[in-house]
């Protein structure tokens, strides 16, 4: 279930959008840095499909980081 975010008035106005990432300079590749974070309030429903997702997507992640893993320690 969301809850309210402190610091955010009840009866907000904010216009939620979308912030591309771009990537930060650093050394190490692949790095990227969030220059802000827009938020919006949710349904439950909404709560629950996105919770949904995102766990489907580290899932994915962490299948494809223990794959990588494991093609590494074949080809040594």
Do not use: C, F, H
Not at 32 to 59: F, K
């Amino acid at each position: 279930m969301p809850q309210r975010q402190p610091n955010r008035p009840e009866n907000d106005s904010y216009d939620a959008t979308v912030v591309p990432l771009r990537p930060a300079r650093s050394s190490t590749q692949g790095t990227w840095r969030v220059e802000r974070i827009d938020t919006e309030s949710m349904t439950p429903q909404q709560y629950e499909v996105a919770v949904t997702v995102l766990a489907t997507l580290v899932t994915q992640w962490r299948n494809k980081q223990e794959n990588a893993k494991e093609a590494r320690r074949k080809a040594a």
